[in-house]
């Protein structure tokens, strides 16, 4: 049963049969899971939200398109299995704080590894640390999967249980607090998913936010590293854009 979650969500296709087809498996496997008691009900979709989260870390994080047909995938099984939306985003929440969003700051007394294991970092067979861009890069495919699943509508009838109102709520939090060098990514990413969704759920509040981004906000962001300017850069661009457009640029495939 795990390969076959595990095979199922790695072997996505942006196309409704797929997804469709894929979640229909994976709600078997859990109405199975459902029939041998609670525990084992349980165990699987931890199972299933690890799979999903990490398809997001490796696959999403170099083509962020790729959120959507996982995320559609989610939503489709968390219609039947509630439970699965907290699990998801507990999981993704520890192996990306900027889900919710939270810069991660070193704690008294806390080693130098605690605190990067809990922001996140990673370290290769070899024990060396991995480089800012990589760690970078795995945020935002994480955070694209939060984008995409907070942006896909309701299905069937029935609703998204994790809905556009959570993005909202992020990119306030977001904006409130005092941009890092990694911001402008992650905020970009977030928008090129999400954006044009937040645009038409939220129209002239979206407007005035998108305003304190470009200006306040935007001019905030350090300088002191590659990824700060690089990425500084990016989002001035991005919403210069939709300043002359009126729409937020989405992330195509491709």
């Given at each position: 049963q795990r390969g076959l979650v595990t095979?199922?969500?790695?072997?996505?296709?942006d196309s409704w049969e797929f997804i469709s087809r894929t979640a229909d498996n994976i709600k078997a496997i859990l109405r199975d899971a459902g029939t041998k008691g609670d525990d084992v009900l349980e165990w699987m979709l931890n199972l299933v939200a690890?799979?999903?989260?990490?398809?997001?870390?490796?696959?999403?994080a170099v083509a962020h398109h790729a959120a959507y047909p996982l995320a559609s995938t989610?939503?489709?099984v968390m219609q039947t299995h509630p439970r699965l939306a907290d699990m998801l985003m507990v999981r993704l929440v520890k192996k990306c704080p900027f889900a919710v969003p939270e810069y991660v700051a070193k704690r008294s007394g806390?080693?130098?590894?605690?605190?990067?294991?809990?922001?996140?970092?990673?370290?290769?067979d070899d024990d060396e640390l991995e480089s800012e861009g990589i760690y970078s890069e795995r945020m935002a495919g994480m955070l694209a999967l939060f984008a995409?699943?907070?942006?896909?509508p309701d299905i069937g009838g029935q609703p998204n249980p994790f809905p556009v109102h959570h993005g909202w709520t992020w990119l306030a939090r977001m904006l409130n607090q005092k941009p890092r060098a990694i911001s402008p990514?992650?905020?970009?990413?977030?928008?090129?998913?999400?954006?044009?969704?937040?645009?038409t759920a939220y129209a002239r509040q979206m407007d005035k936010l998108l305003g304190v981004l470009g200006s306040a906000w935007l001019a905030a962001v350090p300088t002191s590293s590659p990824l700060a300017v690089a990425g500084k850069s990016n989002l001035t661009t991005f919403i210069e854009e939709y300043q002359q457009t009126g729409s937020l640029r989405r992330c195509k495939s491709g």
């Open positions: 095979r199922g969500v790695g072997q996505l296709k690890k799979a999903i989260v990490k398809q997001a870390e490796r696959e999403v989610a939503v489709l806390q080693s130098t590894d605690e605190y990067l294991k809990r922001a996140g970092y990673k370290r290769n995409a699943i907070v942006q896909t990514m992650l905020v970009q990413t977030f928008l090129s998913v999400a954006g044009s969704t937040m645009l």
